[in-house]
Nanobody
């Protein structure tokens, strides 16, 4: 359903971009988002985007550093990550948000089955 690309290893202060391409059946009215999972830490939703109007929501931990965007023609969602910190180290997943992107839904994302997740992208920030 969703194929991710990007990620890798950078030094603190560096930048990376993740991409998530949807293929096959994807409900056209479902918004999209990104969450991350670090070893020994709780899963954290970082951002979501309204696929119709482009409105975005970010967690406090990434606000001002990460930017989510979409290309509806290509069915791709991006996560641009700047000024990366060691605490951003995690596996990042894209997913759908069937409840609509908002501050309340971001807090409990993801709610979909793993069939609607990307395969995960490792992001490592270290010096």
């Amino acid at each position: 359903q969703f194929v991710q690309s990007g990620g890798g290893s950078v030094q603190p202060g560096g930048s990376l971009r993740l991409s998530c391409a949807a293929s096959g059946f994807t409900p056209a009215n479902w918004d999209m988002g990104w969450f991350r999972q670090a070893p020994g830490k709780e899963r954290e939703a970082v951002s979501c985007i309204n696929m119709k109007d482009g409105d975005t929501v970010y967690s406090d931990s990434v606000k001002g550093r990460f930017t989510i965007s979409r290309d509806n023609d290509k069915n791709v969602v991006y996560l641009e990550m700047n000024n990366l910190k060691p605490e951003d180290t995690a596996v990042y997943y894209c997913t759908t948000e069937p409840r609509g992107c908002g501050a309340a839904t971001l807090a409990t994302m993801p709610v979909t089955a793993t069939d609607y997740w990307g395969q995960g992208s490792q992001v490592t920030v270290s010096s």
